[in-house]
Each structure stands twice: as C-alpha cells, then as structure tokens.
C-alpha cells in the first residue's frame, strides 16, 4: 500500500513537471511571436545583401575611437553558402569589406585567411572590395594562417601587407576545372546518352562521351583566361616588393606553375612580406594607418540570426544525410565544370 501511494505521488510530481514545462514553452513561443510580428524593418544599405553589425572584439572600448575591422576568410571560397555552413562565402565577406569602407572610423582591416581557394568569381569579387576600401585610404593586412593558397592568395595579393606563419601553406597560383567523364561505364551497362542542341558546344564536358580536340582547345582558353588575370593580380600587387615578379617571370617560373609554398619560400620569393602573427598584423596596421595604439579598437561583423534561421538549422541538422564514403573525403561544394582557384589538396 505505502509503495503504490509513493508511485501515485511520484506521477502526480512527473505530471505537474511536464504542464509546467508545456506552459513555459508556450510563455516562450508567444514571446517570439511576438516580438518577430512588432519588429521594425530595418533598412539594409543598398549595395549590401546582409544586415551586419559591428562588435567589439578588442582594444579601447570607446565608440569614438578609431577602429581596425577584423574580417575571416576561412574555408573555401563560394558565393553564397548556408550561414552554418563551414565555407567562405563572398557575398558576406563582401557586405563586411563594404560596411568597413563607409565606417569613417575604421583606418583598418585585416583580413584573417584560413582557405586553399575558390571559385573564380567569388575570389575576384572580394579582391574587388579590397581594392574599393584601399581607395578610401582604409589599409589592408593580409594575415595567413594554416593556408591561403591558389584563391586565398589572389585576395592577399590585393591588400597593402602580407603577413604569413612560417609553415603556412600558399601559392598554387593557377586555375583549375574538374569534371567526371563514365562514358565507359555506360557502355559496359548499355545505357546511352541522347543529347538535341543548338549549337556544336552547347553539352561540352558532357560526362557521357569523351570531349572532342575543339571543346579541349575551348577548355583550354578558359583556363588560360582566367590564369591571366590571376598572374597580373600577383604581379600588380606585389611588384612595388620584389621587382622580379613581372608576369613573365610569374609564367615561366615556379611561382607561377601551380605548386604551392611554405611562408619561409614565399617570403624568399617575394610573395610575402614577413613572417608573423595575429599581434604582428595589429602592429602592421596601426603603423600603415598611423594610428594611436592605445586608442584603437578592433571590431568584427557579425550577421543577425532570426527565428526562421533558427527553425532550419534544427531542421538542417536532424535531416541531414551523409553519403560520404569511409576514407574519400569529397567536398561537395566543389561543382563539376566550374573554373575555381584553388588548392585541391587541401580538400
């Protein structure tokens, strides 16, 4: 009898507990709704995707202060990619850069690259963005860490200063394009690819038959394009340092054949500045920008996440699946026929 009269009370104590809860949650929920349903718009500037804020991270906390913008570049470079992905994406990288440039109070940004690269259009469009700040006369750090290699160097090639670690992996200056051919496979299943088009290379790369010498050549101009552009971006940046780096050295030499470089060889080589660390790009750009050192403040740029980014990270998670093969680690990023600076041994 006192043991069913323990149990009777010991659910009577659960039941209370889980209405409690129901009741908090649902206090909870309602609170969220509401604020979501009387939240103001808030007007984003007009040649920016995001709405960012700056957060101070370091040095005098007084607002008034002249501020150096910490701004990360870690991962590979794409552009767009989901907030909680591990990636760099070039639009949000960009929208800092932008709000760095018309903050009258920011002298400085240093850009902190963890990345073996990209895609081409969006290394070029954070290189852009460097370019427009520096036009304010905003000073740029490059700052590598592990690497930034291929894509990671391009945008470093943009900024005042490079700063590198010793055994930071970069160069891999070069383009590449990745692409899977099964055409031989199809014929030993017997299955049989039937393409209609308009134009002679309008399914060039097509994985179902092998690429004619056209379509190769075609290949190939689009690399040499793109591989242009990216020697001239070394050479213009780093020419005033280290005179040999003329784009014809840069072609003919190891430094322009795709291999990649400790920060000692690079630095040998002219394509850093001087080996260092985090405390050596602040040093670097209070000097560059001829700032006080006890009155700076270093800030950082942080996104806002709303309820709707909340609900699909928890949704993103429990539904995510992994088809990754034990021991092949193959970043799915990485699109089949797309041009992209980058390091693939990083992958």
């Known amino acids: 009898m006192e043991k069913e009269i323990k149990n009777y009370k010991r659910k009577r104590r659960l039941k209370s507990y889980f209405f409690r809860g129901l009741l908090v949650l649902g206090i909870i929920i309602l609170i969220l709704v509401f604020s979501f349903m009387n939240k103001k718009t808030e007007d984003i500037p007009l040649y920016s995707n995001n709405l960012l804020t700056s957060v101070y991270h ?3 906390s007084n607002e008034q202060t002249d501020k150096i913008a910490l701004i990360r570049v870690e991962g590979i470079i794409l552009n767009s990619g989901d907030k909680w992905d591990a990636i760099a994406d070039a639009n949000n990288i960009s929208d800092q850069l932008y709000n760095a440039e018309n903050d009258p109070s920011v002298k400085a940004v240093i850009l902190y690259i963890d990345s ?3 895609e081409i259009t969006a290394v070029e469009k954070i290189y852009h963005h460097i370019k ?5 006369g905003i000073k740029a750090i490059a700052l590598m860490d592990s690497i930034a290699a291929s894509g990671g160097y391009y945008i470093s090639a943009g900024c005042d200063k490079i700063i590198a670690g010793k055994l930071t992996i970069t160069g891999s200056i070069g383009v590449i394009i990745d692409s899977y051919k099964y055409y031989s496979l199809l014929n030993k299943i017997g299955v049989q690819d039937e393409v209609y088009k308009t134009g002679e290379f309008k399914d060039f790369l097509n994985p ?6 056209k379509e190769q050549e075609l290949v190939k101009n689009m690399l040499n394009e793109a591989y242009e552009d990216f020697i001239q971006v070394v050479s213009t940046g780093r020419i005033n340092r280290s005179k040999s780096l003329t784009v014809e050295h840069i072609k003919k030499s190891a ?3 795709g291999r990649v470089f400790s920060g000692q060889e690079a630095l ?4 850093i500045d001087r080996l260092g660390y985090y405390s050596d790009a602040v040093d670097e750009a209070i000097q560059l920008a001829k700032l006080d050192k006890k009155n700076v403040q270093i800030i950082t740029y942080e996104g806002k996440i709303g309820i709707g980014d909340l609900l699909n990270r928890l949704l993103y998670k429990k539904f995510k699946i992994n088809l990754e093969i034990p021991g092949v680690n193959r970043n799915t990023h990485i699109k089949s026929g797309n041009l992209y600076f980058l390091y693939p041994g990083a992958l």
């Open 268 to 271: 040998a080589l002219g394509l």
């Open 116 to 118: 073996p690269g990209g």
């Open 255 to 257: 430094v322009g054949d």
């Open 132 to 136: 427009n700040i520096e036009k304010k």
């Open 208 to 213: 179902a038959r092998p690429s004619t010498l």
């Open 58 to 60: 370091a040095g005098n």
